[in-house]
């Protein structure tokens, strides 16, 4: 039997290429254990039924026998390991093969079944299995820029010889930049449900009602070549804007000049070399800028190589660690967007809308106020883990416990992303409608940001300013009068206060 999982819908997976379709039959299974085991958005589930479904019908139609059991059919297991063992008593094979997956726990339960199970490294990535680990051993810090670097002169991706296109490695101090409401701003790609994604709605609709989010309108791609169309629409009308309002925020538009495309690539429907190739192509033929270009390879040739690295280099108890101590319950508005925060409101009513939100209202919106606050960083994981499409184990462990939460004490980050609201005032819109005041740094209509970011400094004084990066940050601190330090403390407990009662904040 070859097992095929739900995030690895590639022709060219190994445990694919490794089997024989003569002879073998692939396994696929919608299973409840899966997905159920984090309140999965509706749409998240939905976009990995209908992309297994399709996948399925691609590899009957290239010769392979598949065994597909779906999620409303009485004989599907609750797990995995259970439908192989259904399977393997239904063929008579005593064999598994499978493609490494990406999360710990669930390589735990494969690796126990009563079966003789070969576990073949997953090749879907750019850097081939052990490069990243080789690249670590020995470094006193593992930071993703010179990952990135290394990956550069590996693939030669935007690289004029030996040097990097333009002179420099990273154009990231000329990506950001506020955007406008009054620009244009494409759309991605849509694609109208066909047969086989209406009876996958209907079935979402009917068992998965309390789940979070809007499952409609659904316009996700579902197969390999939909979601092609979707990059190549990407690159063509977003790419050469992407670079400047990449960290951009405005209320009431989702996606900006963003691709889009990190669902299709973490579940296998696009090929992470391919799309970086192409993007290059349209530096190369003048269709993009080079700021535009770097911007975009660097988020899939350095940080997603970079995180799957971290994932599996830190091993299982990675997403347990808990550096700052934090412990508070995740606030209500994380599911509802009952808040008076304008940012906050927006990025998780969009959220629940679209299963998707871009990188920075993750960071500096939804992550920077977790932080602040001292919500769990695994209550904090769980729930992105469960509302994003593109969300799974191996890319959401280190990019909340480590980069968002600061919970790995700094094995990925080099510092926590700690900030007040000037940062998102200076980046988006939000705070023009807000009913808190932005310029307030404490009292009565404050931005809850302004006092949280004090107070999180100074809780966590003993952890923290030893970091250089941090220095100026206390020294502000321990300059400011009196009479200041203690409103922005008396200010950070009102707000924490409500925040533990489950009142409005």
Same mark, same amino acid.
């Given at each position: ?26 396994? !696929? ?5 899966? &997905? ?7 749409? /998240?589930? &939905? ?20 065994? *597909? ?11 995995? #390991? ?81 040097? #990097? ?44 009602? =309390? ?52 669902? *299709? ?30 911007? *975009? ?117 080099? /510092? ?24 307030? /740094? ?35 601190? =321990?300059? !400011?009068? =009196?009479?200041? /330090? ?20």
């Amino acid at each position: 039997m070859i097992l095929v999982l739900g995030d690895q819908l590639s022709l060219g997976l190994s445990a694919l290429a490794a089997g024989d379709p003569k002879r073998d039959v692939v396994v !696929m299974a919608e299973v409840r254990g899966e &997905a159920t085991y984090v309140r999965h958005h509706k749409k /998240k589930i &939905a976009f990995l039924f209908s992309a297994m479904r399709h996948f399925a019908e691609t590899l009957r139609e290239a010769g392979w026998r598949v065994a *597909y059991s779906r999620y409303d059919d009485p004989d599907t297991g609750a797990s995995i #390991p259970g439908e192989v063992l259904r399977r393997a008593a239904e063929t008579g094979a005593t064999e598994v093969l499978t493609t490494e997956c990406g999360a710990w726990r669930l390589r735990a339960e494969i690796q126990d079944i009563p079966l003789s199970v070969t576990v073949l490294p997953d090749t879907r990535f750019i850097a081939a299995p052990g490069v990243f680990s080789a690249w670590a051993e020995g470094r006193k810090s593992l930071r993703m820029e010179y990952f990135y670097r290394e990956m550069r002169r590996d693939t030669g991706l935007l690289m004029d010889g030996d040097k #990097p296109a333009g002179g420099k490695w990273n154009y990231d101090a000329d990506n950001r930049k506020p955007a406008r409401g009054d620009l244009f701003m494409p759309e991605p790609a849509r694609v109208a449900p066909d047969a086989i994604t209406a009876e996958v709605l209907a079935l979402v609709a009917k068992d998965f009602a =309390d789940h979070p989010g809007t499952l409609e309108p659904f316009w996700y791609a579902v197969t390999a070549a939909e979601a092609e169309r979707a990059a190549a629409h990407f690159i063509a009308t977003a790419l050469p804007h992407f670079g400047d309002y990449q960290d951009a925020m405005l209320t009431g538009e989702a996606f900006l000049w963003h691709s889009v495309l990190a669902q *299709y690539l973490n579940a296998g429907l696009l090929d992470p070399l391919k799309l970086c190739q192409a993007a290059e192509a349209a530096y190369r033929d003048g269709a993009a800028p080079l700021n535009a270009v770097e911007g *975009y390879i660097r988020q899939i040739l350095g940080w997603r190589e970079y995180v799957r690295g971290i994932y599996d280099l830190e091993g299982p108890d990675y997403v347990r660690r808990n550096a700052l101590g934090a412990t508070r319950g995740l606030p209500g508005f994380y599911w509802d967007a009952d808040t008076d925060m304008a940012c906050v409101a927006e990025a998780v009513t969009q959220t629940m809308d679209q299963a998707y939100a871009h990188h920075i209202q993750r960071l500096m919106v939804t992550g920077t106020f977790a932080l602040l606050a001292g919500i769990d960083p695994h209550a904090v994981h769980e729930w992105y883990l469960a509302v994003y499409a593109d969300a799974y184990d191996w890319v959401e462990v280190p990019n909340v416990i480590g980069m968002s939460q600061f919970a790995d004490g700094g094995i990925l980050a080099s /510092k926590p992303y700690a900030a007040s609201g000037a940062y998102i005032d200076r980046m988006s819109d939000h705070c023009r409608n807000c009913a808190y005041s932005v310029k307030i /740094k404490a009292g009565e209509g404050a931005c809850p940001f302004n006092p949280l970011y004090w107070d999180f400094l100074i809780r966590n004084r003993e952890a923290l300013a030893g970091n250089p990066r941090m220095a100026q940050m206390y020294r502000t601190w =321990d300059r !400011m009068a =009196d009479e200041k /330090k203690a409103a922005a403390r008396d200010s950070a407990a009102t707000i924490l206060d409500r925040l533990d009662r489950g009142a409005r904040v």
